[in-house]
């Protein structure tokens, strides 16, 4: 086992999260890194991180485990499944759970994992890749204080906010949930606006350069706008930071969360259908941004006129 300094930081999952990541914490500790895919451990080398072959041997003398999967069912395989996290990392190493998983599941992974003699760390995050990348992340953490104090060198390293939610796994999960029912509807109000505003004759740059100046603002708006304007017309087009299925996820954890507690969320169920109809439709591996395609109009307001003036012409005659 390597000791002191040289430890590194063990990062499994690289995907766009995972990677920013790894990259960020590679600026300060040694790397080591996992994913299936490989085009994904081509880019972790490219920067900075010794790529391996399995998740075993990424953590294998770890002092600390970042894993970054999408779901549930990732993050099973790659903490217990074979050559997972559990048959090689060190005895009391942190192990931050950085996805979105739900307070069911994870309180559950982080019984199995105090069972096999790891910290558990429920750390979900928030900012997207390019925030993970400079460090900025919003970083929700629900953990025993030394759970909590083994991890801190590297949750400050990825974290512009660091926010000990309570001392229970599944707290960070708690508030990570609620964070997504903000952000999936801002997405569907960010997409419905810059749909109506093309609908109606504006032009949707126009709403991304200038509602963030008042009231409207929101992140959402001004980090998905963009690439909304761009997807009304070629939603293929647009380069994947957040993938569209991730939101029929979340805020499907949404829904079970406000149904266990009877609080009625009518506003997230629509946002929700959303997603799913997107899903529906093939844009479930596209940017989240893809979701305005399914509001545009098929035709411009000119054309559309158009076509009612030729209607009207046609009614007209003799």
Do not use: W
Request: net charge negative; glycine share 10%.
């Amino acid at each position: 086992m390597s000791t002191g300094a040289s430890r590194p930081v063990a990062v499994v999952g690289l995907g766009a999260m995972g990677l920013a990541m790894a990259t960020r914490l590679a600026q300060t500790f040694p790397v080591t890194g996992f994913d299936p895919a490989p085009a994904r451990r081509e880019l972790a080398s490219r920067a900075g991180v010794e790529v391996c072959s399995t998740p075993a041997e990424a953590v294998a003398g770890a002092r600390a485990v970042v894993l970054a999967v999408r779901d549930a069912a990732q993050t099973e395989v790659a903490l217990f499944g074979v050559d997972g996290v559990v048959t090689a990392a060190d005895q009391g190493a942190p192990v931050l759970l950085t996805g979105t998983i739900g307070v069911t599941a994870v309180r559950d992974v982080g019984a199995r994992l105090s069972a096999a003699g790891l910290a558990p760390v429920d750390a979900p995050v928030s900012g997207g890749p390019g925030r993970a990348a400079t460090g900025e992340l919003l970083i929700m953490v629900g953990a025993p204080a030394d759970a909590v104090q083994a991890a801190t060198p590297v949750l400050e390293r990825l974290a512009g906010r660091l926010v000990v939610v309570g001392p229970r796994v599944g707290d960070g999960q708690l508030l990570k949930t609620i964070n997504q029912l903000l952000a999936g509807v801002h997405i569907a109000a960010a997409a419905e606006a810059i749909a109506l505003a093309r609908a109606a004759g504006l032009t949707p740059a126009v709403v991304v350069e200038t509602l963030p100046a008042g009231a409207a603002d929101s992140f959402m708006l001004r980090d998905r706008g963009p690439r909304m304007v761009e997807a009304a017309t070629n939603a293929e087009a647009v380069p994947v930071h957040s993938r569209t299925d991730i939101f029929v996820k979340d805020l499907g954890l949404v829904l079970d969360l406000a149904a266990d507690e009877h609080v009625p969320t009518p506003v997230t169920a629509a946002a929700h259908q959303l997603y799913l109809l997107a899903q529906r439709h093939g844009l479930g591996a596209r940017d989240d941004s893809s979701i305005v395609a399914l509001l545009v109009p098929p035709t411009t307001p000119a054309q559309l006129a158009g076509r009612e003036s030729a209607s009207s012409s046609e009614v007209a005659q003799p």
